[in-house]
């Protein structure tokens, strides 16, 4: 309910309580969707839809049969709500990879979403699969081909870890074992600070169709790094009030980013600096300043080294009741960096353990041949191994071979 969860923070950025129930039909600009019946089955001031049958975490029967009986009726709700919009910018696409109906019926989605609003930036927040709270044996196929069918529709996608949040709610909040709650509330605030721009008319915003223009050199590169800062519990905000240039250098540590990945074992393409709250470009560029003095990041060399900045003087909102705290201050930052290669590497060679043994092959493609073009079991071994560097190498491979960027051997 990450969708859910991210509209509570911005409700709250406006003074309303959360799920407030005085509104009218449709004055929400959500729409929900899941094809079990029992995840959305709540009262919820929400446009949404819920199936008689789920995917069963199942790519090809999110997109290529479930899927496909609940397209059309999606999209009329798209309808409905884009129409009560004022000026439509885009579309906020909350999915997980690693689900029948996060992976194949958000593809389909977008596919058909391109083709009515081809113009309009679709911006994707995906959840990456992770050991600690996976719930399918098949996550990696399913990532795989979500990655592989949006590729083409998605403007820009932020990636969220599942393990690296997870180590963050250890780490910075002392919660031994993590919910779904805790690890969306964190992801909230960073959806929080990238759509505060819309929400707010302060100096040195940036728009939504800013963050494609700034973030991706190439169509296919757009897979930017999310880092928040700071991220502390309650009871340690009285004692960590932290400064701008403080909040800013956390942003380039490891343990702080949305995806388990080292940006010192690669090269920076760009940098966006959000910030929220009691901050002043003076401060903001003597951080940025202390950033490039120390030489603590590198930019790849046909990129110049320019950091983005958006400050909006609304301070971030937390859940009454959380362990996040209120800070005066706090920077989220978005980076296309070639170190997010790593993820890529991990769940591919998740992916090659699995079929080298052709395991859970026969769930993508019993009956649904002509949907996902795998091959049969009576298939030659060549005829294979071709559809599966087609299908499954890893999409910054692909990005690579079609933009001729030296993108997942870059070396610091």
């Not at 223009?213 to 897979?223: A, E, K, Q, S």
């Not at 030659?380 to 997942?408: E, N």
């Amino acid at each position: 309910m990450l969708g859910l969860l991210d509209h509570d923070v911005g409700l709250l950025d406006h003074g309303v309580g959360p799920l407030d129930h005085d509104v009218g039909p449709l004055d929400h600009d959500v729409g929900l969707l899941d094809h079990d019946v029992g995840l959305l089955d709540h009262d919820l001031p929400f446009a949404g839809l819920t199936g008689k049958e789920d995917a069963a975490n199942n790519y090809a029967r999110g997109h290529c049969t479930i899927g496909k009986e609940y397209a059309d009726s999606v999209l009329d709700l798209v309808r409905k709500l884009s129409d009560n919009c004022s000026g439509l910018q885009g579309f906020l696409i909350f999915h997980n990879f690693a689900g029948g109906t996060g992976s194949g019926f958000a593809s389909l989605l977008m596919e058909r979403l391109s083709v009515d609003y081809g113009k309009k930036s679709k911006m994707e927040f995906a959840v990456y699969p992770a050991p600690q709270v996976s719930t399918s044996v098949v996550e990696p196929y399913n990532s795989i081909l979500t990655t592989h069918t949006t590729l083409e529709h998605s403007d820009c996608a932020f990636m969220v870890d599942n393990e690296a949040i997870y180590d963050i709610c250890k780490r910075n909040l002392d919660i031994e074992s993590p919910s779904y709650i805790n690890l969306n509330r964190i992801i909230s605030q960073i959806v929080s600070s990238i759509t505060a721009s819309l929400r707010f008319d302060e100096a040195l915003n940036v728009d939504l169709n800013e963050f494609q223009t700034n973030l991706v050199p190439y169509p296919r590169i757009h897979f930017p790094l999310a880092t928040y800062a700071p991220i502390i519990s309650a009871e340690k905000a009285y004692n960590e009030q932290l400064g701008v240039g403080e909040i800013t250098t956390a942003c380039f540590e490891p343990q702080n980013q949305m995806v388990k990945c080292d940006p010192r074992n690669g090269k920076y393409m760009a940098v966006c600096l959000l910030y929220r709250g009691d901050v002043v470009p003076k401060d903001v560029n003597k951080a940025i300043g202390t950033i490039k003095t120390k030489r603590l990041i590198q930019f790849v060399d046909w990129c110049p080294t320019v950091f983005k900045v958006g400050i909006n003087y609304q301070p971030p909102t937390v859940i009454p009741g959380g362990v996040l705290a209120k800070v005066q201050r706090a920077v989220c930052m978005l980076s296309n960096t070639t170190a997010i290669a790593e993820a890529w590497a991990r769940l591919d060679h998740k992916f090659d353990l699995m079929y080298a043994r052709r395991a859970f092959v026969h769930w993508q493609s019993e009956g649904r041949v002509s949907c996902l073009d795998i091959p049969p079991p009576n298939t030659t071994g060549s005829q294979r191994d071709g559809w599966h560097v087609y299908t499954f190498r890893p999409l910054i491979l692909q990005a690579v071979r079609g933009t001729g960027v030296m993108f997942t051997h870059s070396a610091p």
